[in-house]
């Protein structure tokens, strides 16, 4: 089964910067889909980025021009760059992949997920 393990998440204060790890074990990262994905207590789960087999990336509103979605293929690891946090940040991130041939974009489409990794954002 594919496995996904993130990394990386921590305390930080507004403005400051984290990047996030996922290492994928038995996907390639070079396959279709994977993204990162986020929730906050009492809120729904919301897709931050996505990145599809030819590097093509899709950022949500609420992070554009923040953060940065990219893999490197050699070492099957997906980043998530996080640069000028804001509180609003604060929540569990988690990675995921989808294999099957298709779009994107859309937390329901993705098989595979990690457990998360907490990322907190204090002003």
């Known amino acids: 089964q594919v496995q996904l393990v993130e990394s990386g998440g921590g305390s930080v204060q507004a403005g400051g910067s984290l990047r996030l790890s996922c290492a994928v074990t038995?996907?390639?990262?070079?396959?279709?889909?994977l993204g990162w994905f986020r929730q906050a207590p009492g809120k729904e789960r919301e897709g931050v980025a996505t990145?599809?087999?030819?590097?093509?990336?899709s950022v949500a509103d609420s992070v554009k021009g923040r953060f940065t979605i990219s893999k490197d293929n050699a070492k099957n690891t997906l980043y998530l760059q996080m640069n000028s946090l804001k509180p609003d940040d604060t929540a569990m991130y988690y990675c995921?992949?989808?294999?099957?041939?298709?779009?994107?974009?859309?937390?329901?489409?993705?098989?595979?997920w990690g457990r998360g990794t907490q990322v907190t954002v204090s002003s």
């Open positions: 038995r996907y390639t990262v070079s396959r279709r889909c």
């Open positions: 990145i599809d087999n030819y590097g093509s990336t």
């Open positions: 995921a992949a989808k294999p099957r041939r298709g779009r994107c974009l859309g937390a329901s489409l993705y098989n595979y």
